[in-house]
Every structure is written in structure tokens, then in C-alpha cells.
């Protein structure tokens, strides 16, 4: 079992629709969560953090973290076509700043 | 302020050359990364300094792989004895000390 996962996709979803990105991880002790996205041939730039159990918003994106079934998601509302991109989850394990990484999962956002 | 720069950008190497690929993090960074990104995949840990630190080198996948940040700024990743499975896009992240890392843009590493 990987360490992070995540369905690679694609995920295809209409412009104006709400995208849903989910992660599990294996690791109870992680600490904290990051959503990052990257667009081809650009590396990965930080969207959201999340430390604590519940929702965290920001614009048209809500992360959402249930530590007791390890899985953290990303909700991308009212999606636009300069969504479309790959969405990395990474954890960070416990006691250090070794994070790791998700696959990714590829976004399409169709006009 | 500037982000975080490496160079080359692009590197051709021959199978059995060594390479040195350059980090230059945020000025202040205290925290800097290295990972490595194989085409589809995500990012893989290779390794962490803090300042002149390195904390953590797990990451590594061999002992051709070598790592370091003399002065905790600017940092080099040196592999040894290239080899084709090395062929991938490095990435150097820095942070202030926080979760939160920027990453550079990359070096496309080409091993043939």
C-alpha cells in the first residue's frame, strides 16, 4: 500500500461544476496535508493546508481532512478550464518534514 | 522577491557522466528540499536541510546521489555515475520554517 494515494484520472467535469479530489493516506500519525497543483511541464505550486479535522476554505476551494478515516479531499467549485491541471495531495509524516507525495490526480475542466 | 531558481534548466547527460544540478531557495529559507519527479508521477522525497543541516536523507536512492547546502543557502545535488533510470525532473523546494514550500522550476534531467 502506497503511502499517499490518489485516482489518477482523468477527471473530467464540466466549466461552472464543483470538481471533488481525494486522497487517503496510511499513515495515522500525519500531521498535516497540502493540495498542490501543476500544470504540464511547471512545478507544483501550493493551493490549500489543512492541520485539523473539518472543512478550510478559501475562494472556490474547500479542503476537507477526517484524520479517523485517513482521507483528506480537495472541492473545487464553479471550475474553469484554467483549472484543468494535475492535483497533488502531499502529507507530511510525523515528527520531521519528510513529506510525501500523491500521484496526482488530473483534472479536466470542459468549456 | 524572487522565487526559488535552479539550474540548468535543461540537462543531456551521457550514461556514467556525473551531473550537479543548483538550488538557489527564497532568501531566508531556513528549510530546503530536493525530490525527485519521474514523468506521471508525483514528487519523491530525496532530501531535507535546515541552514547547513542535512536532517534527513532517506530519500536517496543510492550512494551516487549526494547532497549539499555548505553555507544553508544555495545547494547542490550531485549524481555520480549517471544512469538511464535517473532520467526525471528535480525539483528544489525552500520554506520559511513553516509546512508551506515553494517550489523551483525544475531541472529535466536526460540520461541517455
Known amino acids: 500500500q502506497k503511502e499517499v494515494e490518489q485516482n489518477s484520472g482523468p477527471l473530467s467535469v464540466p466549466e461552472g461544476a464543483i470538481a471533488s479530489l481525494n486522497c487517503t493516506y496510511s499513515?495515522?500519525?500525519?500531521?498535516?496535508f497540502f493540495w498542490y497543483r501543476q500544470y504540464s511541464g511547471k512545478s507544483p505550486e501550493l493551493i490549500m493546508f489543512?492541520?485539523?479535522?473539518g472543512d478550510k476554505e478559501d475562494g472556490r476551494f474547500t479542503a476537507q481532512l477526517n484524520k479517523a478515516s485517513q482521507y483528506v479531499s480537495l472541492l473545487i467549485r464553479d471550475s474553469q478550464p484554467s483549472d484543468s491541471a494535475t492535483y497533488l495531495c502531499?502529507?507530511?509524516?510525523?515528527?520531521?518534514?519528510?513529506?510525501?507525495f500523491g500521484p496526482g490526480t488530473r483534472l479536466s475542466v470542459l468549456p | 522577491g524572487a522565487g526559488v531558481s535552479q539550474s540548468p534548466r535543461y540537462k543531456v547527460a551521457k550514461r556514467g557522466q556525473d551531473v550537479a544540478l543548483r538550488c538557489d531557495p527564497i532568501s531566508g529559507h531556513v528549510s530546503l528540499f530536493w525530490y525527485q519527479q519521474a514523468l506521471g508521477q508525483g514528487p519523491e522525497f530525496l532530501t531535507y536541510?535546515?541552514?547547513?543541516?542535512?536532517?534527513?536523507k532517506s530519500g536517496l536512492p543510492s550512494d551516487r546521489f549526494f547532497a549539499e547546502r555548505p553555507e544553508g543557502s544555495v545547494s547542490t545535488l550531485k549524481i555520480q555515475r549517471t544512469q538511464q533510470e535517473d532520467s526525471a525532473v528535480y525539483l528544489c523546494?525552500?520554506?520559511?520554517?513553516?509546512?508551506?514550500?515553494?517550489f523551483g522550476p525544475g531541472t529535466r534531467l536526460t540520461v541517455l
Open positions: 502531499a502529507v507530511n509524516r510525523r515528527n520531521g518534514q519528510n513529506f510525501v
Open positions: 523546494a525552500s520554506s520559511p520554517g513553516s509546512n508551506e514550500q515553494f
Open positions: 536541510f535546515q541552514n547547513e543541516a542535512q536532517l534527513d
Open positions: 499513515d495515522r500519525g500525519s500531521q498535516s
Open positions: 489543512i492541520y485539523s479535522n
